[in-house]
Nanobody
């Protein structure tokens, strides 16, 4: 069993930046992808970004390219999401997930964190 804990969420003004982090613990895999998803009130969970084990390849939701950057820490059980130029529509609960493969469908991911709230408001 893998446990994921997100942190770094909070309240930020439009145009501001926020850096989320996620750390995996418990059972580990030899190599696995880590990703970020978000869910706004009344909306379906949507894909944000994902990165492979080595950190050499990353993919993003088309609407977020150029504003969000995903990266892995020196410890491969850690993943970050740098969010820049935040907009009110970015307000959502952001969750970290792990998978052996990278897919944009949320149901394709195996383990999930509890999520961290990101609120973009002036």
């Amino acid at each position: 069993q893998v446990q994921l804990v997100e942190s770094g969420g909070g309240l930020v003004q439009p145009g501001g930046s926020l850096r989320l982090s996620c750390a995996a613990s418990g059972r580990t895999f030899i190599s696995y992808a880590m990703g970020w998803f978000r869910q706004a009130p009344g909306k379906e969970r949507e894909f944000v970004a994902a990165i492979n084990w080595s950190g050499s390849a990353a993919t993003y939701a088309d609407s977020l390219k150029g504003r969000f950057t995903i990266s892995r820490g020196n410890a491969k059980n850690t993943v970050y999401l740098q969010m820049n130029s935040l907009k009110p529509e970015d307000t959502a609960v952001y969750s970290c997930a792990v998978s052996l493969t990278i897919v944009q469908e949320p149901t394709g991911w195996n383990y999930w964190g509890q999520g961290t709230q990101v609120t973009v408001s002036s």
